[in-house]
């Protein structure tokens, strides 16, 4: 079943926070929004821009060759204004955009996905650039390693895949996150194991691993 029931154990819900990097220094409204599997959005204090849910066929359950009982989008980001999201399917890598979001590209047209659909990753998180014209996303191969694909200004800084051997990591990757440093902008890939670790990186990156928490620093 993948990565499915680990996600279902860890939360019901994508809990997204209307904090935006550099270009948002001027965005003062609380709140945050909840993402659900079908692609429902659940705005709290943060402006409701309609959610995926109210096209089933956006994010169904148990698509084609994969076992997803709780539905297909597992995650979502903010525009840096807060006026708008995107919303990430799975399963085909397809990026859904509402209010003022706009597509910088999505997955789903990329190279890991003109296979059978039992080869797809998993598109598990998607992270927003800080100048809020572009994106991270998250994938887990068939590899276990997270893979990250960047769109527009989202600049490549590694994944899993081309430095997790060199850092004797372990475990699976469930989400990831930006931040600036002194260097530029940066990513975290947390990860899920039995033993915790957390390893920083030339590039202001960490990976974590723990049996019960989720963490970067």
């Keep these: 079943m993948r990565l499915g029931i680990l996600l279902a154990l860890i939360s019901t819900?994508?809990?997204?926070?209307?904090?935006?990097?550099?270009?948002?220094?001027?965005?003062?409204?609380?709140?945050?929004?909840?993402?659900?599997?079908?692609?429902g959005v659940f705005a709290y204090g943060a402006p409701f821009e309609a959610s995926a849910a109210w096209d089933?066929?956006?994010?169904?359950?148990?698509?084609?060759?994969?076992?997803?009982?709780?539905?297909?989008?597992?995650?979502?980001a903010s525009t840096s204004?807060?006026?708008?999201?995107?919303?990430?399917?799975?399963?085909?890598?397809?990026?859904?955009?509402?209010?003022?979001?706009?597509?910088?590209?999505?997955?789903?047209?990329?190279?890991?996905?003109?296979?059978?659909?039992?080869?797809?990753?998993?598109?598990?998180?998607?992270?927003?650039?800080?100048?809020?014209?572009?994106?991270?996303?998250?994938?887990?191969?068939?590899?276990?390693l997270g893979s990250v694909?960047?769109?527009?200004?989202?600049?490549?800084?590694?994944d899993e895949t081309t430095g997790a051997h060199g850092m004797g990591h372990v475990g699976r990757p469930v989400a990831m996150a930006a931040h600036p440093t002194a260097r530029g902008t940066g990513s975290s890939i947390p990860t899920v194991e039995s033993s915790a670790s957390v390893t920083p990186s030339s590039t202001g990156r960490w990976a974590a691993t723990h049996s019960t928490r989720l963490w970067s620093e």
């Design 13 to 39: 819900f994508v809990f997204i926070t209307v904090i935006g990097g550099p270009a948002s220094a001027t965005v003062s409204r609380p709140g945050y929004w909840l993402e659900a599997g079908d692609g």
């Design 56 to 76: 089933a066929t956006r994010c169904p359950a148990d698509p084609p060759a994969r076992s997803m009982p709780d539905e297909s989008c597992w995650s979502m």
């Design 81 to 144: 204004d807060v006026d708008g999201y995107w919303i990430l399917n799975s399963y085909s890598g397809v990026i859904y955009t509402y209010g003022d979001a706009v597509s910088y590209g999505q997955p789903g047209d990329t190279p890991p996905y003109l296979g059978g659909a039992d080869t797809w990753p998993d598109a598990i998180g998607i992270v927003a650039a800080p100048s809020g014209r572009g994106y991270w996303v998250l994938e887990l191969g068939l590899s276990g």
């Design 149 to 158: 694909q960047r769109f527009a200004d989202a600049v490549n800084y590694g």
